[in-house]
């Protein structure tokens, strides 16, 4: 079952959200979608962000970790090997493709591979010209009493 949302109110009250609707779109389509391989997204720290995902049975070779604006992409495909019948597959070694919607400026530190886990090293890197900073407000005493004296004369 899908259900649609009408973004039309959230229109007329936010400036600049425009791809929510598709980021929203976009994970119910992942939830109902398998899940393979599974993964942990942490936190240390406010800027710093860890994705691990399970993938045993690939090897480093195997997967391809990919970075764009504001998206990582995590293929996994295994070589064909004709060799061996199995009597039961319990490890599933099925080509996956996996995409995570990074926020502005969430950028891939690091990429490593240990004990069968994919580990992806995420910080935000906000530019200290994008960091908020305090306007100063201008002292009002001058420019209020020739604002009076204008009134008054």
Known sequence: MRTTFDFAPL?????????????????LRQATEDNYPPYNIERFGEDHYRITLAVAGFG???IVVTAEQNALTIEGKKPDKGAGEYLYQGIAA????????LADYVQVKEASFRDGLLIVDLVREVPEAMKPRRIQIAGGGSSVSQIEQKKAA
Request: proline residues 4%; hydrophobic residues 45%; charged residues 30%.
């Open 11 to 27: 229109w007329r009250s936010t400036i600049g959200f425009d791809h929510l609707a598709g980021l929203v779109d976009s994970a």
């Open 60 to 62: 480093a070779d195997d």
């Open 94 to 101: 099925r080509p996956f493709r996996r995409v995570f919607n």
